[in-house]
Antibody, heavy 115, light 107 residues
Framework: EVQLVESGGGLVKPGGSLRLSCAAS????????MNWVRQAPGKGLEWVGR??????????DYAAPVKGRLSISRDDSKNTLYLQMNSLKTEDTAVYYC??????WGQGTLVTVSS | DIQMTQSPSSLSASVGDRVTITCRAS??????LGWYQQKPGKAPKRLIY???SLQSGVPSRFSGSGSGTEFTLTISSLQPEDFATYYC?????????FGGGTKVEIK
C-alpha cells in the first residue's frame, strides 16, 4: 500500500526556517517524481515545486513565490522527501502536502508563520 | 505562466443533477490536465488524468473532456458524496498551475 506521511510542521516566526519531511513507503521511491503542494487556510491549492528522480537528473522546479527560499531534496536511501523552508513569510502559512506525481497524496502538515 | 480559469467558483445542485465545471487555459496545454476532488480537511484525490482518462476506482459518473485550452469535468448524476471542491491542474509547463476551484454545494 502506498503511504506518504508528512511531518515537521509547526509554528515559526517570520524570517525563520523549518524543514518538512515526507516519509514514503509501498512503492519504488527512487523512481518517483515528487511534488509539494500547499493550501493556505480557506484558499485553493498551490503547486510549490517538484523534484525528478535521480535517474532523470534529480532536478527541481519551483513556483515563483517560493523560489530562492524553499528547496526540495530527496534521500532515496531513506525513502524520504524534504522541503527546506527558509526566510519564511506570513503568506507561507498553509497545509503542505507531498504527492507522487499528483496520484498519491499525504495527509498534509500545517505550517504557521506568525510572530 | 499559464493561467487556469475555472468556472463557476461555486454552484448549488441537487442529488441526481448533471454538473459541469470548466477550466480554460491561457495557452494550449494539449491534454496535460487533471481534475481533483477535495473534501474539507482531506488531501485532494485525482479523478481524471490526461484530460479524459478516469482514475482507477473513480465512479463512471465522472468524466472529463477537452484538449488545448478548454476542458470540462462532468458529473452525470450528482451523489451525496460528491459535494466537495473540485480543481483542475495543468502539468504541461512549469510552473504547474491549479484552477481556482469550484465548490459544489447542496441545493
Amino acid at each position: 500500500e502506498v503511504q506518504l506521511v508528512e511531518s515537521g510542521g509547526g509554528l515559526v516566526k517570520p524570517g525563520g526556517s523549518l524543514r518538512l519531511s515526507c516519509a514514503a513507503s509501498g512503492f519504488t521511491f527512487s523512481k518517483a517524481w515528487m511534488n509539494w503542494v500547499r493550501q493556505a487556510p480557506g484558499k485553493g491549492l498551490e503547486w510549490v515545486g517538484r523534484i525528478k528522480s535521480k535517474t532523470e537528473g534529480g532536478t527541481t522546479d519551483y513556483a515563483a513565490p517560493v523560489k530562492g527560499r524553499l528547496s526540495i531534496s530527496r534521500d532515496d536511501s531513506k525513502n524520504t522527501l524534504y522541503l527546506q523552508m527558509n526566510s519564511l513569510k506570513t503568506e507561507d502559512t498553509a497545509v503542505y502536502y507531498c504527492n507522487i506525481d499528483f496520484d498519491y497524496w499525504g495527509q498534509g502538515t500545517l505550517v504557521t508563520v506568525s510572530s | 505562466d499559464i493561467q487556469m480559469t475555472q468556472s463557476p467558483s461555486s454552484l448549488s445542485a441537487s442529488v441526481g443533477d448533471r454538473v459541469t465545471i470548466t477550466c480554460r487555459a491561457s495557452q494550449g496545454i494539449r491534454n496535460d490536465l487533471g481534475w481533483y476532488q477535495q473534501k474539507p480537511g482531506k488531501a485532494p484525490k485525482r479523478l481524471i488524468y490526461a484530460a479524459s482518462s478516469l482514475q482507477s476506482g473513480v465512479p463512471s459518473r465522472f468524466s472529463g473532456s477537452g484538449s488545448g485550452t478548454e476542458f470540462t469535468l462532468t458529473i452525470s448524476s450528482l451523489q451525496p458524496e460528491d459535494f466537495a471542491t473540485y480543481y483542475c491542474l495543468q502539468h504541461n509547463t512549469y510552473p504547474l498551475t491549479f484552477g481556482g476551484g469550484t465548490k459544489v454545494e447542496i441545493k
